[in-house]
């Protein structure tokens, strides 16, 4: 699609304007406590609308409104334990921090255990949060450049390069200041998305009886109690491993530490993160709530058997193409007939009308898998890389085949921006844990504006290599779980370690290491023992599991170890 020049217009002002005011606002840092941790000075709203701006990523508001879409609201239980994790974080780990004054959380276990027990903490974090830097870019700059037709290897240097002149130059009070005004975009553009969606519908379709439409077809099931391993997404789920991942992200990860860390005084961080912890649950509920109301749109215009266009020229193309035309009928015919059921459920309401619903939509859906089969055999056929989950695709389809010229460059703007945001922290972060962590520990002391340099240059190193991250990536079955999965690899593990740190206080540096070594082998073969169905183990325990070995394993060695002179 070529995109009106008014689009590109609001798309490049935008962008810029960002960038520029960030570089321009933050020029001249002059010691390491100002560019690391911006000189202290962020107020509260600053740190939670930065925390949040972290989290936020492109992926968020491309991949979460598609899997409401084809899952429901189910997803938001992934986020009930962010309050929990909050309120444990700003009561134990904030306090601890500000009085040993910290640049990374990861001095802290230094003064705790001993270095190397800090050096594999430190690598752990620049492994899994390097990936994950590489993905916030390759998210956005995949499904732009399969919508619009644009090159995908220019996309993720110019998404690269954008984040790495301010954040390079600013450093963290930078990426502070940039991300407000990155969310304030974000908002207004989520918000003008959802009222034109609902604006869209028939006359005589309320949001009442959207959401009435919506729950006849399950997708508004918020709540699911049941311990059924085979159900991803639980209350249970998401109150344990959701916060036992929360709890990691926000207390042991440097790009959402470093957010706070930045904060005028305890206060200022902690209400920051409680900020964060009231209104992140209502937000992820918001774009959720869009995503079900696209599907609500696509019940009375019809959607395309499979939302990635690049797919289906692919199939269009190939000796399928026939078989592929009559899945697109087949879809053609149960759409009509919808149409007359959604008409006789909002007139009747009767549970007979519902289940009609439900089972044209569950016929549509069988239909679509057998159209992404169809894509598989053709791009395996031909030796080739292609998504046929669709998923990814869903909300990017709508806002360029529906919304008005202008608002497609403010979505575009605000689906880029989230993407410069949330790299922009973790180049921050990855650069100051090598500058702090590996670099200044094991060189000796610097002088202020060597540290400085050498900071800037660890930023920019990690900016390229997320740009070569992103060139090489491929999709997972969704850009939202794929960056949950790598963080639950390491995550539990690495909260395990401070927690250790933290209310155990028999257990000593080598017991811990060793500890966390073994731990991190466990964790990484359940996950792949689980991806080849050899267990069932959903990804979000894989953080409660890590945590909970590590822990053991330590406490455990440090008995056998009775001769360990580690100091605590």
């Known amino acids: ?107 802290f276990l230094e003064n ?84 034109l969606i609902v604006d869209k519908l028939p006359q005589d379709i309320t949001f009442k009886k959207a959401l009435d439409i919506a729950g006849a077809n399950g997708k508004m099931e918020i709540l699911d109690f049941s311990f059924n391993l085979n159900n991803r997404y639980t209350f249970w789920s998401g109150i344990i491993g959701g916060t036992f991942l929360m709890l990691s992200y926000f207390g042991t990860d440097q790009s959402q530490v470093q957010r706070y860390l930045s904060g005028k005084s305890v206060k200022e961080m902690q209400l920051g993160l409680l900020f964060n912890g009231l209104l992140k649950v209502p937000m992820q509920f918001f774009i959720l709530l869009v995503g079900v109301m696209v599907f609500v749109f696509y019940q009375f215009n019809e959607a395309p058997i499979n939302f990635n266009p690049t797919a289906t020229e692919l199939v269009m193309n190939s000796e399928f193409s026939e078989a592929y035309k009559n899945i697109q009928k087949e879809q053609e015919t149960i759409f009509y007939e919808k149409q007359a059921l959604i008409k006789s459920f909002l007139n009747s309401g009767t549970s007979q009308s519902s289940d009609a619903i439900a089972t044209a939509n569950k016929n549509s859906d069988i239909l679509r898998h057998k159209a992404k089969i169809l894509i598989d055999k053709v791009a395996e056929n031909r030796n080739i890389k292609v998504e046929s989950n669709d998923k990814d695709y869903v909300f990017i389809h709508f ?65 390229l290599i997320a740009i070569g991250v992103a060139c090489i990536a491929n999709l997972a079955e969704n850009l939202i779980q794929l960056v949950n999965i790598i963080g639950s690899i390491f995550y539990g593990n690495v909260l395990g370690i401070f927690l250790l740190a933290f209310f155990f206080k028999f257990v000593k540096g080598h017991a811990v290491f060793s500890a966390a070594i073994i731990t991190q082998v466990i964790v990484i073969g359940l996950y792949f023992l689980n991806l080849y169905d050899h267990i069932n183990l959903p990804f979000l325990w894989l953080n409660f599991v890590g945590c909970a070995i590590v822990i053991m394993l330590a406490c455990l060695l440090q008995l056998i170890i009775k001769n360990d002179t580690t100091t605590a």
């Open 1 to 107: 699609m070529q995109l009106n020049w008014i689009d590109w217009v609001v798309l490049c002002s935008t962008l810029l304007a960002i960038v520029v005011y960030g570089t321009w606002q933050t020029r001249g840092s002059k010691n390491v406590q100002d560019y690391l941790k911006g000189g202290n000075t962020s107020k509260w709203w600053t740190i939670g609308l930065s925390v949040m701006a972290t989290q936020a990523s492109a992926i968020t508001f491309l991949s979460t409104p598609g899997q409401a879409f084809n899952d429901g609201m189910g997803f938001v239980q992934f986020y009930f334990g962010l309050p929990i994790a909050m309120i444990i974080i700003c009561m134990v780990f904030i306090p601890l921090y500000h009085r040993l004054k910290v640049y990374t959380a990861y001095e």
């Open 112 to 195: 705790r255990f001993d270095l190397k027990t800090r050096i594999l903490t430190a690598i752990l974090f620049l492994i899994q949060r390097g990936l994950a830097a590489g993905i916030t870019i390759f998210a956005p700059a995949i499904i732009l450049s399969v919508v619009l037709g644009w090159d995908l290897l220019t996309l993720n240097i110019i998404i690269g390069l954008l984040v790495i002149i301010y954040t390079v130059s600013g450093g963290t009070r930078a990426v502070n200041v940039t991300q407000k005004h990155q969310m304030v975009v974000i908002f207004i553009g989520m918000l003008v998305a959802f009222f």
């Open 399 to 463: 806002i360029l085949n529906n919304l008005p010229r202008g608002l497609i460059g403010l979505l575009l703007a605000v689906i880029l921006s989230a993407a410069m945001s949330s790299t922009s922290s973790e180049l921050n972060a990855l650069g100051s844990t090598t500058t702090m962590d590996l670099y200044k520990r094991n060189t000796g002391e610097k002088t202020e504006e060597q540290m400085v340099k050498v900071s800037k240059w660890f930023t920019l190193l990690w900016g």
